[in-house]
């Protein structure tokens, strides 16, 4: 019985330090990026309709400690983004504006706003992801797992809007996936998969959603701040 129960303990342990070795291979694939003087990527999203959601695809670029920009279209508007820590200007059909400013426009560019200042670019988000997988199982190069129910909620009420007064938005048959792909020790891509039911108020969205994060030019992206933004960032 002793022998059984000692077995078992040692299966459970090693079951356990595998998952966290696949998740610190992920953590460490995302700092060695991170520790690269810049890079781009490009996030892009498919709902199951065929349809690319709001944003459309967005295309970042990132300093080692310094500048992120966007670019992105809302409505079949274009915008460009460069975020700085806290400080941040973005230029839509009005030239460049701050955050603050933005925001007073219109609802829709509220949220928007609320979208830019909660945003986390590859590094800090796929290291957040990795943290929240059940578990991670390494095959063909890549590491895949379910996430967490609290991570795929957060992630299915990104970019949602609510009225003002209205009661949080309630979810059901959350269910969800992530997978990264490594190189050379470093991140090259991962995938988010999630579904679920949405309500807020009497609307009920059903979503089935997967973004794709593709990494490229690490060590070897272009960042230029114009005047116009950076006056805004200070």
Do not use: C
Not at 73 to 90: C, F, H, I, R
Not at 152 to 164: C, F, I, N, S, T
Not at 193 to 211: C, F, L, M
């Amino acid at each position: 019985m002793k022998q059984t129960l000692t077995l078992g303990l040692i299966g459970l342990l090693a079951h356990t330090l595998s998952a966290a070795d696949s998740g610190n291979k992920v953590t460490s694939a995302a700092k060695q990026l991170a520790d690269k003087p810049n890079y781009s990527w490009t996030t892009t999203t498919k709902e199951a309709d065929g349809s690319s959601g709001r944003l459309g695809p967005l295309d970042g670029k990132a300093e080692k400690g310094g500048v992120t920009y966007l670019s992105f279209s809302v409505s079949d508007v274009p915008v460009e983004v460069y975020m700085n820590g806290d400080k941040g200007a973005a230029k839509g059909l009005e030239g460049w504006q701050t955050f603050d400013e933005i925001a007073e426009t219109s609802s829709t560019a509220a949220a928007v706003v609320r979208f830019l200042r909660s945003y986390k670019a590859p590094v800090a988000e796929s290291a957040g992801l990795a943290e929240k997988a059940k578990e991670l199982k390494e095959a063909e190069g890549t590491l895949a797992g379910e996430l967490k129910e609290d991570a795929v909620k957060d992630l299915l009420l990104r970019g949602a809007r609510r009225r003002e007064g209205q009661d949080p938005p309630k979810i059901a048959d959350a269910k969800g996936s992530i997978k990264f792909w490594i190189k050379d020790g470093t991140l090259t891509k991962y995938e988010i998969k999630v579904q679920g039911k949405v309500t807020a108020g009497d609307r009920d969205s059903d979503i089935n959603r997967t973004t794709t994060v593709e990494i490229k030019d690490a060590g070897s992206t272009k960042l230029e701040v114009p005047a116009e933004a950076k006056q805004k960032m200070t």
